[in-house]
Every structure is written in structure tokens, then in C-alpha cells.
């Protein structure tokens, strides 16, 4: 939502009828570039990328 600047109104919404969304990473077992998905994944589950998605308003679990 802070991405978005003015162009979006937010709405409350009761905490109670808020939806738990998860988002998942994964590499495709087939895939021909692992080594890149590989540090693709690292990289958004490591400092760089958790810093990242925080900055642009999701909530990370914690580390691992």
C-alpha cells in the first residue's frame, strides 16, 4: 500500500476479518537455471530481501 502513494484510499478492515495470506518461493525441480533460482531464493529469504519486503509493507516471518 505505501508503494502505491495516493492513488489508493485505504479501508479499515476489523482485525477479526482480516485474511492470513501466505506467500510461498519455491524452485521448480526442472527448471535449467537452479543455480540462479537457487540464489534467487537465498537472496529474498536472507537479510537483502526480508530489509526489502518490509520496506514495502509486508510482514516477513521470522529468519530461519
Known sequence: M??????VRA?????AA???IAYEVAVVSATPRRAAA???VAR???A???AA???A????????
Request: glycine share 12%.
Open 2 to 7: 505505501r508503494a502505491a502513494g495516493d492513488r
Open 53 to 55: 519486503l518490509t520496506d
Open 57 to 64: 509493507g509486508f510482514e516477513v516471518p521470522p529468519a530461519r
Open 11 to 15: 479501508i479499515p478492515v476489523p482485525a
Open 48 to 50: 537483502p530481501g526480508r
Open 38 to 40: 537457487d540464489a534467487y
Open 18 to 20: 482480516q485474511p492470513v
Open 44 to 46: 529474498l529469504l536472507g
